[in-house]
């Protein structure tokens, strides 16, 4: 199946976990995908992959709390590419696993500016391209802590609710414009951010994948799965919601 011909997803955080699985499907849809990452290595690798499975893929750096490094990696993808259909702001950290009140005001900068910042200014940027090309999907990737709280992550919490009210404003602002915009919440999945918080004391993972009711933690490709579908043509109708990919947990 090739759903995404003639098609350019840029995505942020792509050098790794759910940004690579998912520049990974969208290049074996055929979409010429563009790695807008921070870390040149892994992005840089990210691009190999797609080229070796087949595809095609620029890799762009790009720290995603700078507005001004954003637009420029749009700018580029337009250079490349000659359009922008899709983006996925995807880029996030996790931040220290604290209470709040042993959290500084340098946790917080630093998580508002990356997490809610690259979301604020990506889809700035990728707006004003698809207004001009009279559309474009995007998805935000918030998660399970942007509709529940999340003890000893109060900032990573408050980044990801802040990212679905600007997923669901975006998408009331722009739905007249054809632009659809949501969001994927994604239960703990396999990826560099996860697997490092496992680490931190035994047992963590079978006490953590406890509590989601399909019996594991989520992949990388399952979230990646859920964004495409959101991106296609299959999807006209969907906008401004934040799709819980939770294997149930908010289920109960
Ligand atoms: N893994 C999970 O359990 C989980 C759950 C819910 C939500 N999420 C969200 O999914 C997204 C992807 O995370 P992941 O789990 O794949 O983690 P990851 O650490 O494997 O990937 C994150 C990627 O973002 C990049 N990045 C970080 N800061 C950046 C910046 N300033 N500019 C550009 N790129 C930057 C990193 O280099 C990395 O490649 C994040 O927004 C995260 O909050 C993850």
């Known amino acids: 199946m090739s ?6 997803a840029f995505i942020t955080g792509a050098g790794s976990g759910i940004g690579r699985a998912t520049a990974l499907a969208f290049a074996e849809q055929g979409a010429q995908v563009v790695v807008a990452e921070v870390n040149e290595l892994s992005g840089r690798q990210t691009v190999e992959l797609v080229e070796q499975a087949g595809g095609q893929a620029l ?29 996925v702001n995807n880029a996030g950290i996790g931040g220290k696993f604290a209470r709040l009140t042993d959290q500084t005001q340098a946790d917080f900068d630093q ?10 200014y990506g889809m700035q940027a990728q707006i004003r391209q698809m207004i001009k090309q009279s559309g474009g999907k995007i998805v935000n990737v918030s998660s399970i802590a942007g509709i529940r709280g999340m003890a000893m992550g109060g900032p990573y919490s408050a980044s990801k609710h ?39 004391a035994p047992n963590l993972e079978d006490r ?8 594991r933690f989520g992949e990388p490709q399952d979230i990646a799965q859920a964004i495409l579908w959101l991106c296609s043509n299959e999807n006209e109708f969907c906008t401004g919601q934040a799709i819980q990919m939770d294997g149930g947990l908010t289920a109960g």
Not at 3 to 8: D, L, P
């Open 3 to 8: 759903r995404f011909i003639n098609q350019v």
């Open 111 to 120: 998580i508002m500016a990356i997490n809610v910042g690259g979301v604020f």
């Open 208 to 215: 953590m994948r406890k509590v989601i009711p399909i019996g």
């Open 59 to 87: 890799f762009v750096a790009c720290n995603v709390a700078s507005p001004v490094e954003i637009e420029a990696a749009v700018h580029q993808t337009i250079l490349a590419y000659g359009r922008l259909d899709i983006g």
């Open 162 to 200: 802040a990212v679905i009210g600007l997923t669901k404003t975006a998408a009331l602002e722009y739905v007249r414009k054809n632009i659809r915009v949501n969001a994927v919440c994604p239960v703990y999945t396999h990826s560099t951010m996860v697997d490092e918080l496992i680490s931190v």
